[in-house]
């Protein structure tokens, strides 16, 4: 999967913003996509829910397993883990 990394520090994202600005990078990269799954280290949450639950002790976490494994092929990764977007391109299904 493609990764870009965003160091976003400096102008303070909360995870609605980065949620956003991600989704912009995603469509501007791939076109039109999907939100496969997502990380945000803040609240500890993640989507699909509980996917991790199964990756105890595993070094690849449950969200970028569940993306790698169903199609994700960008990821946006703010801050190094902070939040994390795995995006599926949708052209193969228009």
Same mark, same amino acid.
């Given at each position: 999967m493609? !990764?870009?990394? /965003?160091?976003?520090t #400096?102008?303070?994202?909360?995870? =609605?913003?980065?949620?956003k +600005?991600?989704?912009? /990078?995603?469509?501007n990269? !791939?076109? #039109? =996509?999907m +939100?496969?799954?997502?990380? $945000?280290?803040?609240?500890?949450? #993640?989507?699909?829910? %509980?996917?991790? *639950? @199964?990756? #105890?002790? @595993?070094?690849?976490k449950?969200f970028? $397993?569940? %993306?790698? =494994?169903? %199609?994700?092929e960008?990821?946006? =990764?703010?801050?190094?883990?902070?939040?994390?977007? @795995?995006f599926?391109?949708?052209? *193969?299904? *228009?």
């Amino acid at each position: 999967m493609k !990764t870009l990394h /965003i160091a976003s520090t #400096e102008i303070a994202l909360d995870f =609605n913003a980065a949620i956003k +600005l991600a989704a912009v /990078i995603a469509d501007n990269l !791939t076109g #039109e =996509n999907m +939100l496969l799954s997502w990380y $945000d280290r803040d609240r500890d949450l #993640e989507s699909p829910r %509980g996917v991790s *639950e @199964c990756h #105890e002790g @595993c070094p690849v976490k449950g969200f970028w $397993d569940y %993306g790698l =494994n169903h %199609g994700a092929e960008l990821a946006v =990764n703010f801050d190094d883990g902070r939040f994390v977007f @795995c995006f599926q391109p949708l052209g *193969e299904f *228009e």
